[in-house]
């Protein structure tokens, strides 16, 4: 068995903002196995997209600092990786889905050109082998009528079509590690359902790794062998998808999924834990959650909980876990 | 052609006709041209029989149909001052006015595209600031003190170009220069500003994130998109190079339109005034159609609309 997919250590990122240094990031830790598959959920700001977006630093490096022990992709550091080593990985090892596919392809460029200039890059396809893998990638993500639509432009297909031909470009390269940042909020309902299907069925029959980013538990429960919850920049819980649901341990988690439980409101997701997130400009000692959590200690205010592996195969950063937990 | 463009057709027609009819209206309001030619001792019957010969004793509106009427058949009256055909006198004119404002146009678009993307690229840098800060002071500065320095350096001290006139292709630096300026200085800003947008939009990430090279990125996906604004203001500048023209004309003595209307305006010299003015508002619609014609090349969204 080879090493990890995905080896992050002690990740921070800072980004210098005009109100101040905004740390979206704090000493994260993370691992993938090859072809494992992982969730990640938070509240909206907790940081999930920019530690992804590290991954392969695809962030804007002015005013941002990014620290890390380690950083590695199927065996390869990516610390201190020169700029053309890096675009090297980037499509073939490590691609992404992004989550708005009206502004995530370039709206003056034909399908087929953005489909194919990655791999003729990569595996330097000539242009008529780039098309016809083209053609069988669009085939493959479900949009009809690929002969036409590849000569199209992205403002003549719709919503769900635009995001099956970014998974498409996506896949373009064969990638060993596929990040799906939140690649269907944008979408309708019913799309959504499509979309998650398809990318699970192929990276099911590509046995591609995964991180799949999301504010939605509940798709994950099918979808993620591990399910890691990020608040505030930092990985409060990390437990296979099973243990988690069954058993959160973190009282945030168990928050989450008592919000997000309630089949018969879906659209009040993740009110019920009142409180707000924590401004990531103005940090306070202690744990993030202390201020929302109603089973914070003293030491809560003061000491940040460290992530700590536990018996049962998760990861916890909590003083005053659930009980449940530890049965 | 598309709908969009046969619009835009119609509302070019539909300026001129408003144009030509301002320019006459505006052009009988400034007084009467008969007092200007008529001899000192003429009798008020010589001047109304001269009034009669040049047509201005007639309604106005049938001086403006016959004017319109003419000008649709390629004539633009006769000067009364000059005693030439308006088209004559304005075509002698034409290819010096275009060639400068040709040679500013070039520049300015030399200047400002290279330039904008190097500082959208070197963004708050010192490249970036010291760039911006003479653009500001590009755009800020009159036409004529501009000129009127470049003259003094180049012409006076260091002699190394002619102060004024119109000769070989010396003759044409210090007036394109001077044309050129204002213009780089705007598109630069713009082109920065542009570029800028475009290199923050969420597709160029999704270019990055294939692993493409960094001037694949730029000249593939973010330029083309990065000139559409551009190309409208360009369209404009070219229009304001030919109608601005004046000014520069007047320091450089350069034999164009501009000096032409200039002295006509002086003369009461109606038809001649109509003329210049007519031709530079066609030139000004006639750019602004081509505009849209390569904004359909540029950007293959408008087609639909
Ligand atoms: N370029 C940037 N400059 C300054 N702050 C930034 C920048 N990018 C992100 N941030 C901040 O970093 C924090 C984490 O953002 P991130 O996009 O990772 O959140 P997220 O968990 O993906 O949220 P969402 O669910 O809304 O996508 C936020 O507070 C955000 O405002
Ligand atoms: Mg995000």
Redesign the interface.
Known sequence: MSGPMLDVQNLSVTFQSDGGPVYAVRDLSLRLAPGEVIGIVGESGSGKSVTMMSV?R?LDT?RTEISATELAVDGQSLLGLP?RA???????VV??I?Q?PL???????TVGR?LT??MR??AGLGRAEARAKALDLLRRVGIPAPELRIDQ?P?QLSGGMRQRV?IA?AL??DPKLLIADEPTTALDVTVQAEIVRLVQSIQAERGMAMVWVTHDLALLARLADRVVVMYAGRIIEDAPARTLYSSPAHPYTAGLLASTSRIDDPFTEQTSIPGMPPDPRRIAPGCSFAPRCTRALAQCQTVVPPLVQQPDGRRLACFNPLPEAHT | MPLFLFKRFLQALLVLIGVSFSTFIVAHMTGDPVELMARENATLEDKQALREFLGLDRPLAEQYLSFVGKALQGDLGYSFVQQAPVTQLIAERLPATLLLAAAGFVLALLISVPLGIIIALKRNTVWDVVVTALAMIGQAAPGFWIGLMLVVLFAVELKLLPVSGYGGPLYLVLPAITLALQSAARLTRLVRASMLEVLNADYIRTARSKGLRERTILFIHAFRGAMIPVVTMAGLELAELVSGAFITETIFAWPGVGRLAVNAVYQRDFPLIQGVVLMAAAFFVIINFLVDVLYVVIDPRVKLK
Do not use: V
Not at chain 1, 86 to 92: N, S
């Open positions: 392969l695809l002015r700029a890096l675009q090297d990985l980037r499509g073939p691609s992404y992004f708005d502004t995530a392809l370039n709206p003056l460029l953005q200039e990655g890059r990569h432009l403002h970014m470009i373009a390269c």
